[in-house]
T-cell receptor
Framework: QKEVEQDPGPLSVPEGAIVSLNCTYS??????FMWYRQYSRKGPELLMY????GNKEDGRFTAQVDKSSKYISLFIRDSQPSDSATYLC???????????FGSGTKLNVKP | GAVVSQHPSRVICKSGTSVKIECRSL??????MFWYRQFPKQSLMLMAT?????????EQGVEKDKFLINHASLTLSTLTVTSAHPEDSSFYIC???????????????FGPGTRLLVL
């Protein structure tokens, strides 16, 4: 079993839709949870960061962490064509520790 | 803030030559830098974890004599692919973090990547 599971997609939605991206994990020691956005042939860009459980909102993006279910989500409201990218979840157990990545979900927002 | 650069962005070399890739944190200091490899349409594969002033820790299956990592300062790490072969062609990405006193705990910031093509 992989440490982190993520549906690879592709996920195709119309512009303006609400997008829900999810990851599940097996290691209860994970405390740091990140979402990265990666455009083709570019390095990943940090979108959202959450420590432990709870919700975090930044503009059109909301990250949720449910440690009891070992489940994290990223919601994108009013999706735009520029949101079309691959979204990677990442998590780690300790500060300075290595990350465990999901496989990435490819999102396509159609105009 | 929290910008990481990589140089070169793209390199083409002949089989058997060595290639050096630099990773710099431009506006923060990071005790830890990571090197990843990414194949098309796949996620990131961690190659090694590099701490300033000490030897890198390599992931299982990664040849440390082939992928030499040097972490000379809190803002610079280098990856040298020695005696490169076509199968080493890939997208290499570094990350740094967390930044001392600047970025949140547990975070990593990625460089733009280096595309290596070995002929």
């Amino acid at each position: 079993q992989k440490e982190v599971e993520q549906d690879p997609g592709p996920l195709s939605v119309p512009e303006g839709a609400i997008v829900s991206l999810n990851c599940t994990y097996s290691n209860s020691a994970f405390q740091y949870f990140m979402w990265y956005r990666q455009y083709s042939r570019k390095g990943p860009e940090l979108l959202m960061y959450t420590y432990s459980s709870g919700n975090k909102e930044d503009g059109r993006f909301t990250a949720q962490v449910d440690k009891s279910s070992k489940y994290i989500s990223l919601f994108i409201r009013d999706s735009q064509p520029s949101d079309s990218a691959t979204y990677l979840c990442a998590m780690s157990a300790n500060n300075f520790n290595k990350f465990y990545f999901g496989s990435g979900t490819k999102l396509n927002v159609k105009p | 803030g929290a910008v990481v650069s990589q140089h070169p962005s793209r390199v083409i070399c002949k089989s058997g030559t060595s290639v050096k890739i630099e990773c710099r944190s431009l506006d923060f200091q990071a005790t830890t830098m990571f090197w990843y490899r990414q194949f098309p349409k796949q996620s990131l594969m961690l190659m090694a974890t590099s701490n300033e002033g000490s030897k890198a820790t390599y992931e299982q299956g990664v040849e440390k004599d082939k992928f030499l990592i040097n972490h000379a300062s809190l803002t610079l790490s280098t990856l040298t692919v020695t005696s490169a072969h076509p199968e080493d062609s890939s997208f290499y990405i570094c990350s740094a973090g967390p930044g001392l006193g600047i970025t949140a705990e547990g975070t990593q910031y990625f460089g733009p990547g280096t595309r290596l093509l070995v002929l």
